[in-house]
């Protein structure tokens, strides 16, 4: 088992695997970069919308085909008719924002659950019917890449990358509108057709990725990478790049584990592996990531109690707190009997005089003093400049005459 | 070529509204504004809350859509002549924890002269410093937006706009939320903005500055009630029009007769 995963890994399994995993590569990689803007345009449900209205069209498709035919499944005429009833159902959404008081949100449940209720209607019928290739329908619920034709891997891999030059064409276009659509359009950019085209982008990604995930799926691929990776970065272009990268590497885990045995469904193997990337992210990026607010709290927490401990010593008052003695300890500032060492009492001459120029800073700043971080424990010398501590100096009042 | 029916006010100003009236739900908030912004003025908005000021800039600009009235930039339709303006939106209108640092939001001012096959460049990326430096900024152009004060965020807009070298800097509240420092270094960059030539329109809320800040005023309150320079237009009988009788007489013979007394009188609190 592992064996054959690893050939999968590693594209010997095959040439129409290979080309499967690519074409799901690059998809999942347009669907992360898609996402990216959508999620930072906050309509992030959109895609769940647009998903589940593709069934009807898709199962309208497969009849039409399966009476003309002979057969339901071809791809290229699924994805019209999935792409057309997922056009239908955006306009509604549209519509309903546009025309009523309710919010995007509510039209969105409205609309994906009549859609797919409609659709599911459409499929019972089906298999009520002597159409061929039935059982290739369920394929688009949950996605299979097993039996995927070369030319259909082809056809996905091909809209992949046409949909990838199209992000690269209107990246700017698409972060100006997600920051700020009131200056985009003082600048001359129609935010109403960048909006569109947003939503036409996602729709297409949607619709190409029904085979390879399923369309309950494909949301994720949408939603998922994009979070992950704004865990790793501040900067909106890294964050669109890191989305397209995790998704891909999201794909290609997916696709790959899928081969492994028969049956295996495609798109839950993706949407599991881009989810380990996700946590992965959230417990260790170093910006925003779990570990790292806990060490910061922990770091914040001893400089408290030291600098807490320090202004004790320097007013000659006793020390209960058992953290706070010991890491006075640690340092060397008190000895085990409480008592404070002479390198200890310079220490607290030093925190006493710190304390007075942040206490002068803020009476002075009080906006800037406001957005520091930690404003008052972290040594002054770091925060400020040079110059703006000898100005602060040269304001201070004399010290009041130490105990 | 402008239309040659133009006024030679209208061909001159950097942005000239006539006619312009907006509603919301039926109801016009702003409703027929005349305003011709003199070139090279510094042009205060005034007027109490909810008397559409930010609308009529939104609605100017081509943000908010009109009911009718025309809007013209040096004689032609606004929509040819984006390149001469630059705005500068309120602060609390986006999302500050948007994955950008202080130099991304400044050059997104660049935005439009930049094809999509280049990458940004050392030119482009000097001309956003140097904005940056104009606002007292460079030194947070690798910060993440959302870490900056209020006063920051406000001078990181103002850079953007900067950038865009344009002829009339449109700024809805600059002063709104921020401290009395950054007022100051705000207020030096848009006087030394018009002294290079250039024209400022601004959405104002601090009666007590006008004097100090602006040259120009256009009182309204949906309806424009006056407009001209500071001394003609920012009279008492104006004022006590604009606000409805809001202002007690103390105030407004503080504000009109010795400008520069001092304290500070918030429009819209009484």
Redesign the interface.
């Known amino acids: 088992m592992m064996e054959t995963w690893w050939r999968a890994l590693t594209f010997t399994l095959g040439y129409n695997t290979s080309l499967v995993t690519v074409g799901a590569m690059l998809l999942a990689a347009a669907a992360g970069m898609v996402g990216s803007f959508v999620l ?1 345009r ?1 309509r992030a449900l959109v895609s769940d919308a647009i998903s589940h209205s593709t069934l009807p069209g898709l199962a309208l498709a497969f009849l039409v085909m399966g009476v003309w035919q002979g057969d339901g499944r071809v791809l290229p005429a699924l994805l019209a008719g999935a792409a057309a009833s997922a056009a239908l159902g955006l306009w509604l959404v549209q519509r309903i924002g546009e025309r009523t008081r309710l919010g995007e949100d509510a039209a969105i449940g409205a609309v994906l659950s009549t859609f797919f209720a409609f659709g599911v209607v459409l499929i019972t019928v089906i298999q009520t019917l002597s159409v061929r290739g039935q059982s290739g329908l369920t394929g688009y619920l949950v996605g299979a890449t097993a039996g995927m034709l070369y030319s259909e891997a082809l056809l996905i891999a091909a809209c992949a990358v046409g949909l990838l030059l199209a992000l ?6 698409l ?2 509108l ?3 659509a ?2 985009a ?5 129609d935010t109403g057709r960048l909006d569109l085209l947003l939503l036409l982008l996602l729709m297409a990604v949607v619709v190409i990725g029904l085979k390879v995930t399923g369309l309950i799926l494909v949301v994720a691929l949408t939603i998922i990478p994009p979070v992950a990776a ?1 865990f790793w ?4 272009m890294r ?1 669109v790049a890191l989305a397209a990268l995790l998704g891909a590497l999201s794909g290609y885990l997916g696709v790959s584990l899928s081969s492994v045995r028969e049956g295996l469904p495609t798109g839950p193997l993706i949407v599991l592996a881009a989810f380990t990337l996700f946590l992965v992210s959230f417990l260790f990026s170093p910006r925003r990531g779990v570990l790292a607010s806990l060490l910061a709290y922990r770091r914040l927490r001893q400089r408290v109690h030291l600098r807490q401990g320090l202004l004790a010593l320097g007013r000659d008052e006793p020390i209960f707190d058992g953290l706070t003695l010991k890491l006075l300890q640690r340092r060397g500032h008190v000895r085990r009997d409480g008592v404070a060492t002479p390198a200890g009492l310079a220490a607290a001459r030093d925190a006493e005089h710190e304390e007075r120029l942040w206490a002068l800073y803020r009476r002075r ?4 003093a ?2 520091r ?1 930690h404003a008052g424990l972290t040594p002054i010398g770091q925060v400020l400049s040079a110059d703006a501590i000898m100005a602060l100096e040269a304001e201070l009042p004399p010290a009041e005459t130490a105990r | 070529m402008p239309d040659s029916r133009l006024g030679k006010a209208v061909i001159a100003s950097p942005l000239a509204i006539q006619g312009l009236t907006v509603s919301y739900d039926h109801r016009p908030v702003v409703h027929s504004v005349d305003f011709i912004t003199p070139p090279g003025s510094m042009s205060a908005i005034i007027g109490p809350n909810g008397a559409g000021k930010s609308t009529l800039l939104k609605a100017a600009l081509g943000i908010t859509r009109r009911l009718s009235g025309e809007v013209r930039v040096f004689g032609r339709p606004l929509e040819q002549e984006t390149r001469h303006l630059a705005f500068v939106p309120q602060r609390s209108s986006v999302d500050w924890d948007f994955p950008a640092r202080v130099i991304d939001v400044v050059g997104m001012g660049l935005y439009r002269d930049l094809r999509w096959w280049q990458f940004g460049s050392r030119q482009l990326r000097r001309r956003a410093m140097e904005s940056l430096a104009r606002v007292g900024m460079e030194g947070f152009a690798e910060r993440q937006i959302g870490q900056l004060s209020g006063g920051q965020q406000q001078r990181v807009f103002l850079a953007r706009a900067l950038v865009q070298e344009a002829d009339l800097t449109i700024l809805d509240e600059p002063f709104a939320g921020v401290d009395a420092a950054t007022e100051a270094a705000i207020i030096e960059v848009l006087k030394s903005l018009r002294d290079e030539g250039r024209t400022l329109l601004c959405v104002h809320h601090d009666l007590a500055t006008v004097r100090d800040y602006f040259d120009h005023v256009l009182l309204m309150n949906v309806r424009r009630i006056a407009a001209g320079p500071v001394d003609e237009a920012f009279t008492e009988e104006n004022l006590q029009a604009t606000y409805g009788g809001r202002l007690s007489p103390v105030q407004l013979a503080r504000l009109v007769e010795s400008p520069r007394a001092g304290r500070r009188v918030e429009a819209g609190q009484r």
Do not use: A, I, N, S
Not at chain 1, 168 to 173: A, F, H, K, N, Y
Not at chain 1, 233 to 236: E, G, I, K, S
């Open positions: 930072l906050k690269l064409v209107w990246r700017r276009d972060l100006l997600c920051f700020d009131d200056f359009r003082t600048q001359g950019f704004r970065t501040d900067q909106p964050m700043y009080p906006d800037d406001l957005h971080e």
